[in-house]
């Protein structure tokens, strides 16, 4: 089934721990968008990238990096984790021409 | 600053009518977004607006009027699979997509 593939689901860090938060998409996507999500506020930008090659900051990049490589993946790091950082983390990806994002499963992290 | 409201929970029974408001205010627009959640689901796609007027699919129906910064999402003839929550999401100037917290809908039978 075409779509976007997060990974892991769930996860519980201890804090100062690296952690990458995998995406994958197969339906050629150009542009790939990493939130997160938290009670009481809207889905917040972390950081995205409109083509292979090419990535920016959101509304919320402090402590996470990103890369794009090609076009499928786009990986999210958090260096040293903290408490602040539990979220569910979404990724997404839209063709650029409807503006439709379409949704991965979610990452549901936990920092301790 | 850019916002978007939209109250944070709406109570509803089964079989009726439900509007579920959202008002904004952002640097441009270039088009209104709706999402459905469902609880410790992804969002997916319902509607988008980028003219003045009444978009019908089906059950669901989204209003938009630009000179007020209002839109709204009507769903009738509702069911219970219909609990969940109801993003709405604008277009800014430079494309970038801001997002109100969401309406938790909850409908009794």
Redesign the interface.
Same mark, same amino acid.
């Given at each position: 089934i075409a779509g976007i593939t997060q990974a892991p689901t769930s996860q519980i860090l201890a804090a100062g721990r690296r952690m990458t938060l995998r995406c994958t998409q197969d339906m050629r996507h150009n542009a790939m968008y990493w939130y997160r999500q938290d009670l009481g506020l809207g889905l917040r930008l972390i950081h995205y990238s409109n083509t292979a090659g090419t990535t920016g900051k959101g509304e919320v990049p402090d402590g996470y990096s990103v890369s794009r490589a090609n076009t499928d993946d786009f990986p999210l790091t958090l260096a040293s984790a903290v408490p602040s950082q539990t979220s569910v983390y979404f990724c997404a990806s839209s063709d650029g021409q409807t503006g439709e994002l379409f949704f991965g499963e979610g990452s549901r992290l936990t920092v301790l | 600053g850019q916002n978007?409201d939209q109250p $944070?929970e709406m109570t509803a029974t089964e079989g009726a009518i439900v509007q579920i408001n959202c008002t904004y205010q952002t640097s441009g627009f270039? &088009?209104l =977004?709706w999402?459905q959640q469902h609880a410790g689901? +992804?969002? $997916? =796609?319902l509607s @988008?607006n980028v003219l003045d007027g009444l978009e019908e699919k089906g059950r669901f129906s989204s209003f938009l009027s630009r000179s007020k910064g209002y839109s709204y999402l009507l769903l009738k003839e509702l069911q219970m699979k219909d609990s969940a929550s109801y %993003?709405c +999401?604008v277009?800014d100037s430079n @494309?970038? %997509?801001?997002? &109100? +917290? &969401?309406t938790k809908l909850i409908i009794k039978p």
């Open positions: - | 978007i $944070t270039n &088009g =977004f999402y689901e +992804a969002p $997916t =796609f @988008y %993003l +999401a277009f @494309y970038q %997509l801001i997002w &109100g +917290a &969401g």
